[in-house]
């Protein structure tokens, strides 16, 4: 059971250049969301999901786009890297709304 | 909109030294709160969680956090840090919109020194 796991670890792209940051569970939860962190600014939701086929946007949600083909995979996509999506990006999922949120390792973006 | 307040930015404290974080939240009706560490190099790990009952809320690691909601807030404790606390810590309430998200403290770094 690897819990939430994402890749690429640490990634650089240049400004204008896309991505999919992926993020993949295998506890078989509804619930997956996508949150960046910036320094001393905390964790900020960027897109949710509460099952396969349903997402809808964050906080933050200007510049990516995901999609939920499966219950396991929740990609996150940038179509037109900017240096304002410097951070580090997490993906977190749970069972149900009132359950734990569990988070992947995380995904280190530097975008120049 | 729901917030979240964490009063300190960057704690530092000695070995056996008691620590006590501060967390407000804006919500007044019916929250779930939380608090997670993130270790240096590390994802968030949960510390421990408040949904209803006893106020007082046990998590791993000898922390605990007291739900006080005249007040409030959910400041967390330990009574004896060790070097190995050294973190990042987030208070955290559960969105009542947008899925039941988490919505974030800013955090506070804590270092102990040995």
């Known amino acids: 059971n690897a819990g939430v796991t994402q890749t690429p670890k640490f990634r650089i792209l240049k400004i204008g250049q896309s991505m999919t940051l992926q993020c993949t569970q295998d506890?078989?939860?509804?619930?997956m969301y996508w949150y960046r962190q910036d320094p001393g600014m905390g964790l900020k939701l960027i897109y949710y999901?509460?099952?396969?086929?349903?997402?809808d946007k964050g906080e933050v949600p200007n510049g990516y786009n995901v999609s939920r083909s499966t219950t396991e995979d929740f990609p996150l996509r940038l179509e037109l890297a900017a240096p304002s999506q410097t951070s580090v990006y997490f993906c977190a999922s749970s069972r149900q709304p009132q359950e734990t949120q569990y988070f992947g390792p995380g995904t280190r973006l530097l975008v120049l | 909109a729901q917030s979240v307040s964490q009063h300190n930015h960057h704690v530092i404290l000695s070995e056996a030294a008691s620590l006590e974080l501060g967390c407000n939240y804006s919500?007044?009706?019916?929250?779930?709160l939380f608090w997670y560490v993130q270790y240096p190099g590390q994802h968030l790990q949960l510390l421990l969680k408040y949904f209803s009952g006893d106020p007082l809320v046990k998590g791993i690691k000898g922390f605990e956090a007291e739900f006080i909601k005249s007040k409030f807030s959910f400041n967390l404790r330990k009574p004896s840090v060790q070097w190995s606390d050294t973190a990042e810590y987030f208070c955290a309430v559960k969105s009542n919109q947008a899925g039941t998200a988490l919505i974030f403290g800013k955090g506070t770094t804590l270092s102990v020194s040995s």
């Open positions: 999901s509460v099952g396969a086929g349903i997402t």
């Open positions: 919500y007044g009706g019916t929250v779930n």
């Open positions: 506890m078989n939860h509804n619930y």
